[in-house]
């Protein structure tokens, strides 16, 4: 082994591991050195046991969890976090040791820097297949006491209720801040382009919001949104749309607006 190493074709890469390449690890070969490194009881966790799961699109240093009395090392750019709330059941079983989806989710979502950081994931995870609501709750219920756990109750109640992304999630939270009605969500319509489904909708008012991410600013998506807009102007709703980045920058005026708009159909808010 030593001959290897001074020979430039293996590389030592911490006390606990020796890589067989001289070159940059993959991404999995980085997650094995660090719960080398952490040592006993180390496990993937957060946001790096999601993306060991399949997680696409969601990007952070390497978090691993061991027991609260297994007396970690801490690599360098290895998150390292001691926990009295690691259970049996929460491994996974593969080869390389990592937490299970649901309790990685909800981990990562208390760990993460901000509550639109911990929304987010949690709706990554569900969208992305890697777990549901229930299993969230599931999860969460182990959790007795942070400061983040009814917010994320909160989150997880309303993408089971159909909120499919962020923006809705942001969106419906800020009605209820503002005293407006609460919306119906995801409801279907028929086209002539065939069935499609609406962000947010008072049906009694013939008001729809549509809550714009980033990808709706690709030239085909917004082809595709002034048709879909201009089919349900046609059939005589009346349909604001709003940025994603303008429910947090400017959340009065665009509240504001949908207010105006449903006093104009009827509501006597």
């Known amino acids: 082994m030593e001959s ?25 070969g980085a997650w094995w050195s660090a719960v080398f490194e952490v040592g006993s009881g180390a496990a993937l966790d957060g946001a ?6 399949g997680l696409t ?29 690691r259970q049996p059941d929460d491994l996974t079983g593969s080869e390389l040791p990592r937490v299970r989806p649901p309790v990685a989710a909800i981990r990562a979502a208390l760990w993460a820097v901000s509550n639109k950081q911990a929304s987010l994931i949690l709706a990554m995870s569900v969208q992305q297949g890697l777990t549901t609501p229930t299993e969230l709750t599931e999860a969460l219920s182990s959790i007795r006491r942070h400061r983040r756990r009814r917010f994320l109750q909160q989150v997880i109640n309303e993408i089971a209720g159909g909120a499919q992304s962020t923006g809705e999630i942001d969106f419906l939270r ?12 995801q409801t279907r319509r028929v086209t002539p382009d065939g069935i499609v489904f609406l962000d947010v909708e008072w049906t009694m008012y013939d008001v729809v919001v549509e809550i714009e991410g980033v990808h709706h600013q690709e030239a085909e998506r917004a082809l595709a949104d002034a048709i879909r807009q201009n089919e349900l102007t046609i059939s005589s709703s009346h349909v604001l749309r709003i940025p994603v980045l303008g429910l947090h920058t400017e959340p009065d005026r665009f509240m504001e607006q949908v207010a105006r708009l449903l006093r104009s159909q009827g509501w006597p808010g």
Do not use: M, N
């Open 4 to 28: 290897q190493v001074r020979a430039g074709r293996w590389a030592v890469r911490g006390r606990q591991s020796l890589a067989l390449i001289t070159g940059d690890l993959s991404e999995y």
């Open 174 to 185: 800020l009605c209820q801040e503002y005293g407006l009605p609460e919306p119906d969500r």
């Open 57 to 85: 699109g969601f990007d952070a240093p390497i978090h691993v969890s061991t027991p609260k009395s297994a007396r970690p090392r801490r690599p360098r750019g290895v998150v390292v976090h001691e926990t009295r709330r």
């Open 48 to 53: 790096t046991a999601l993306r060991a799961a």
